[in-house]
């Protein structure tokens, strides 16, 4: 999978794509991931990303040039019927619909994947007309910027890539993946200042073992996401 991000920070990913599963993918060659510049595509003299809203208003709205140059030159094409088949272009708002398993799955099926940040008061909404496939929110909180959203949806995709984990885990075995949150996890000591691991953990019997994890992932999934219980909200 290739990844493009479109970003006027993008300094902002530096470390967070160097770590961990979406280090290991990218060196074992699942995915490609580039930062890009929205500034690089201004061609303007004084590389203007950005500009005041028609109708006026408090704020700075993208400008739309920078980002369908930029659009042109990842896809090769700036009009989305004629987008190579596989390719989703993504832009991070508070506006798009909620980012869910359900979405990062069905993301992780294509062969390129080209995330907008959005910033300030928004993108000129031409760029959601002519170029946006899927409009995304992470939630419903507020961020200074869509910067955030597109490491969210970076690792919740390139983890699911075939191979992305390691051999030893899979994402199908994830909390989530059969609707319930995850159960609680012990290690060694056995006793913690004076915190015992609950004894059933201890004695070998996995069919007990599974059931207690069970009934405890079922337990916390009632008392902190009863949402997730609805039949409605059980497939991810
Ligand atoms: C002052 C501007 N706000 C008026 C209600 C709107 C607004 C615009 C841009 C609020 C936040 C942002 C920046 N956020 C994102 O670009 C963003 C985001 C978010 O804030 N929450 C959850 N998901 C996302 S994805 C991109």
């Known amino acids: 999978m290739k990844i493009d991000v479109l970003t ?10 160097d770590f961990g599963i979406i280090r290991r993918a990218k060196l ?37 040039e920078p980002i369908f140059a930029a659009i042109e030159s990842l896809v090769g094409t700036s009009e989305r019927d004629t987008y190579p088949q596989g390719t989703r272009v993504v832009l991070l708002t508070p506006q798009g619909k909620q980012f869910k398993q359900t979405v990062a799955k069905e993301l992780a099926e294509v062969q390129h994947l080209v ?11 031409r760029v959601n007309d002519a170029l946006v496939t899927d409009e995304i929110s992470i939630g419903d909180y507020v961020l200074s910027g869509g910067e955030a959203a ?29 609707g319930l ?14 915190m015992r691991v609950p004894e059933v953990l201890l004695n070998g019997n996995h069919a007990e073992i599974e059931k207690w994890r ?23």
């Open 181 to 194: 949150l995850d159960c609680p996890h012990y290690t060694r000591p056995a006793e913690f200042r004076g």
């Open 115 to 125: 995330l907008i940040c959005g910033r300030y008061e928004g993108v000129d909404e």
């Open 28 to 64: 074992a060659g699942i995915v490609d991931i580039n930062v890009h510049d929205i500034r690089e595509y201004a061609h303007d003299k004084h590389k203007m990303v950005d500009d005041r809203p028609f109708g006026g208003g408090d704020g700075m709205v993208l400008k739309p």
């Open 214 to 236: 069970r009934e405890r992932a079922l337990e916390k999934t009632r008392l902190m996401r009863d949402d997730l219980l609805d039949v409605k909200n059980g497939e991810m």
């Open 150 to 178: 597109a490491i969210v949806v970076t690792d919740a995709v390139v983890r699911l890539l075939p191979e992305a984990l390691g051999s030893d885990t899979s994402a199908e075995n994830d909390s989530f993946s059969d």
């Open 8 to 17: 006027i920070f993008p300094d902002f990913f530096d470390a967070v794509f």
